[in-house]
């Protein structure tokens, strides 16, 4: 790993539509928009994820059907934040370009939401706890 490396993010470039769509690490100024656009997609993975694991391949395609029908505005605007594109014209992708652009930015931000983000979260809650502790020793 090179200095540059250290310090310029990833970055995976998706054919989308006919042209080249740079897709990086999510900044923090994108987070709030890209979170209210995707908060139902993220709950009902969530409460999908378990079922997807032991369902028959039939159940599982009609699981991400339903996602596509009911959360397709969503799914593009959440997309369109990411890449700073319209969601009309993210809209306008076929599903496998729409599968690889999602594909792209899931991988490039998973592990600050599935691990940094937890640890990050586990160290604030030990102060707090170890405050709470000591308030409760002094009062006593």
Partial sequence: ????????PPARTILFRG???????????QIGPFIAASRT???RVAMMAGAVDTAP?????????????????ELAA?????????????AGGTLDEV???LEAVVGLNRDFFAHRLRRLLLQAKRPAEESTDS???SSS
């Fill in 19 to 29: 042209e080249q769509v740079e897709v990086t690490p999510l900044r923090l100024q």
């Fill in 99 to 101: 599968a690889d652009l």
């Fill in 41 to 43: 997609i993220i709950a």
């Fill in 57 to 73: 391949a039939a159940t599982t395609g009609a699981i991400l059907l339903d996602m596509l029908e009911q959360d397709s505005a």
């Fill in 78 to 90: 959440a997309l369109a934040v990411a890449v700073g594109r319209d969601a009309e014209w993210i």
């Fill in 1 to 8: 790993m090179s200095e540059l490396d250290a310090i310029i």
């Fill in 135 to 137: 308030a409760t020793l």
